[in-house]
């Protein structure tokens, strides 16, 4: 059975489509990554204009957003010049004025518009000194409005150098129609299994691309977008599935067997709290999965203070009690020295050595780590970075753990599998929490934990907004807590990403607190990004042993600093902050028994997405739905640690707007899988073919 999966009309060069030709086809491949007619075709439209609905001008209000009006152009000059100049059209109806305007293109439009014409115009309404006006909008003669055979109009994507030559959001439709009408069925052959078709009732692939671009009515529209964006979701978790069934049946992994007296000792004689039902469930499934002779590659993600390096720790006793080592890497010096400190105390009455390795470790003591490291001397290497370099040689490694893994490159970690035979088992953790959708698409490939439950005893943050002339309030309240015997972060934001401007930022801050809070009454630690190593920690062991009240810094303390005594955390310009970060921060207090406090201080002027943000951290804690809501605001690829390339490149579907359509297409393809894991079945030679053509065309991250 012969399937083609792109025909070879789709795959001619975008010039020699009637109406491209050698120079728009330059710019359709530099604009807008439009090579072939396979690119034009996917090329969709991302809104249609109903071309029967006008609006009279008199009828605007400032409750309608896109609207089309008709009427015949009176007035047209250029105003201003230089960066001000633009160009001010004035339309007529029946009714009313319209005032439409330009700042870019002007020539072009001059040229293409003629007063005492009737036009159509399109665009989204805005105010100018109260009056309604339409910014660069869509505009086109009333007589070919009147020819027009469809009435749902596509207006594609397009940029300002297209428009100048002459390839608008509506010109587009033309190349389009254009090529629709060189192609037929069998160009655009099904991918899809019958029996998921017609279950879910989803039209073929041709039809479906037809209805996107030229639908004949909206519930035409509806049924392709709900078919491609199936698709799109369908593909990608029978990739991700695939992955995963490869891994577990031919990575081979060290067999942790036993579970013995190094674990049993901490757990039943040395744990200072006992876990939560979150914890234990999730150590269960890591100890499953060191036990099968597959390597493990699991995600663990918990919010803030969940207990996740008491897991991890637990689990490298595991690799102890079967004669392995392991290595946790973190990203900052601060965070593998806490890590470092815990694991010691914790580990104390146990006959293992636990050694940390960073960039600052002096030359001798390095020397010593690495010989106890290669002759088994060292159960457990916490460190930096520096435990990638090829001079750290284990001498059996049989655990790696990366903690907030999204800050190591992939390339990084890898380097990390390279250093044992069979690679060691592989435990990657976040505090950054994943919204479950993006679990499901970025991170589909690994197995997955999630501990969901705060230790008893930690207190629920109280989160305030206050503006900055509420300042000395502020600083009174900081003043009352420290009476109290607490301390308080105060945290500066990381700016323009200028570590000079950041630096003056924060040293400005610095002096504004000092005037609040003098000497010797009170102390301040400083803690920034051109600090040395040891400057950074002297500081902060100056904070830990409360010599200082007060711990002034930039986003260095975002990740893992544990103070129990500190109860305040401040955030200055907190909506120059995305939502994670914020919460990231949050979770610095909180640690003790006492009541903790995160004031987010702000200037009065916020706009609405900043707002946003303020309301959310100041209604929850919950570092899950503020996830949900940070993907909502500023969509899946800017969430932490996603920002790969082909990570999400979905066309139509959104991982925020269409959960309902990823969760079927997530079912079908684990049914589907589970059935056919070789995809041998006939039923699924088409999607096999089609999985063959797009191999390396997609960028998926890989954990290992």
Excluded at 279 to 286: G, M, P
Aim: include cysteine.
């Amino acid at each position: 059975m012969h399937i083609n999966t792109v025909s070879y009309i789709l795959q001619n060069p975008i010039e020699y489509l009637k109406g491209v030709g050698p120079f728009r086809a330059d710019l359709l491949k530099k604009e807008l990554n439009i090579f072939t007619f396979n690119d034009l075709l996917e090329h969709f439209p991302f809104r249609h204009v109903d071309k029967t609905k006008i609006v009279a001008i008199k009828d605007i209000t400032t409750q309608l957003d896109y609207i089309q009006v008709a009427g015949k152009l009176i007035h047209l000059e250029v105003i201003g010049e230089r960066r001000s100049k633009r160009l001010i059209g004035i339309i007529q109806d029946y009714s009313e004025t319209l005032e439409l305007c330009w700042f870019q293109g002007i020539n072009w439009v001059q040229k293409t518009l003629q007063v005492g014409q009737s036009y159509l115009v399109y665009g989204k309404v805005s105010y100018f000194q109260h009056k309604p006006q339409i910014t660069h909008p869509e505009i086109e003669t009333t007589t070919l409005y009147a020819t027009a055979k469809n009435f749902l109009e596509p207006i594609y994507p397009t940029t300002e150098k297209l428009k100048a030559k002459g390839l608008n959001g509506r010109q587009f439709g033309k190349l389009t129609s254009t090529l629709l009408s060189l192609i037929t069925e069998k160009d655009i052959p099904e991918n899809l299994p019958d029996n998921v078709l017609q279950s879910l009732h989803l039209i073929n692939r041709y039809q479906s691309f037809v209805n996107i671009h030229f639908p004949i009515d909206t519930i035409n529209y509806a049924n392709a977008l709900r078919r491609l964006k199936f698709e799109e979701f369908f593909i990608a978790q029978i990739r991700l599935g695939l992955t995963k069934l490869q891994r577990h049946r031919y990575t081979q992994g060290a067999v942790f067997d036993k579970v013995g007296e190094y674990f049993n000792t901490l757990y039943q004689q040395y744990l200072p709290f006992a876990l939560t039902h979150a914890q234990k469930r999730v150590l269960k499934e890591i100890r499953n999965d060191l036990g099968v002779g597959k390597q493990m590659n699991r995600l663990l993600q918990g919010d803030v203070g969940s207990g996740k390096t008491i897991v991890a720790l637990l689990s490298m006793l595991i690799a102890a009690d079967n004669g392995y080592q392991s290595c946790l890497m973190a990203p900052t010096e601060i965070l593998a020295q806490q890590h470092f400190d815990n694991i010691t105390a914790l580990t104390k009455h146990l006959p293992i050595q636990v050694q940390l390795l960073k960039g600052s470790t002096k030359k001798i003591e390095r020397k010593k780590i690495l010989e106890q490291l290669q002759n088994a001397e060292t159960t457990i290497l916490i460190g930096t970075h520096a435990v990638i370099e090829d001079v750290v040689v284990f001498n059996k490694l049989g655990l790696a753990i990366i903690d907030e893994q999204h800050r190591f490159g992939v390339a990084q970690r890898a380097k990390l599998w390279k250093k044992a035979h069979p690679a060691p088992h592989v435990l990657v953790m976040t505090a950054t929490p994943i919204p479950r959708t993006l679990a499901m698409t970025a991170y589909g490939d690994l197995d997955y934990s999630v501990i969901d439950e705060l230790p008893p005893g930690r207190q629920s943050i109280v989160t305030v907004h206050r503006y900055e002339k509420q300042r000395v309030m502020v600083m009174d309240f900081i003043r009352a807590e420290i009476i109290k015997g607490r301390q308080a972060y105060i945290v500066f934001p990381l700016i323009e990403e200028s570590e000079k401007l950041d630096y003056e930022n924060l040293m400005q801050g610095y002096e504004h607190i000092k005037a609040f809070f003098p000497e010797p009454q009170y102390f301040i630690s400083v803690l920034h990004g051109r600090q040395s190593a040891q400057e950074k920690q002297t500081n902060m062991q100056r904070f830990i042993q409360k010599d200082t009240q007060i711990m002034v810094a930039t986003t260095v303390i975002e990740v893992g600093v544990n103070v129990p005594n500190a109860s305040i955390m401040v955030i200055e310009s907190a909506e120059r902050f995305g939502l994670s970060q914020l919460h990231q921060l949050r979770g610095r207090v909180g640690r003790g028994s006492e009541k903790s406090y995160c004031i987010l201080l702000t200037s009065f002027k916020l706009n609405n997405e900043a707002r946003e943000r303020m309301k959310t951290m100041v209604a929850t804690n919950d570092g899950f739905a503020i996830a949900e809501k940070d993907m909502e605001l500023r969509g899946p690829g800017d969430v932490e640690g996603t920002k790969q390339s082909g990570l999400l490149n979905f066309k139509l579907a959104s991982i925020v707007q269409d959960k309902n359509i990823l969760d079927i297409a997530k079912q079908e393809a684990d049914i589907l899988l589970t059935a056919d894991p070789d995809l041998q079945n006939e039923d699924n030679a088409a999607l096999k073919k089609y999985l063959h053509s797009l191999n390396g065309k997609t960028a998926w991250s890989k954990i290992s």
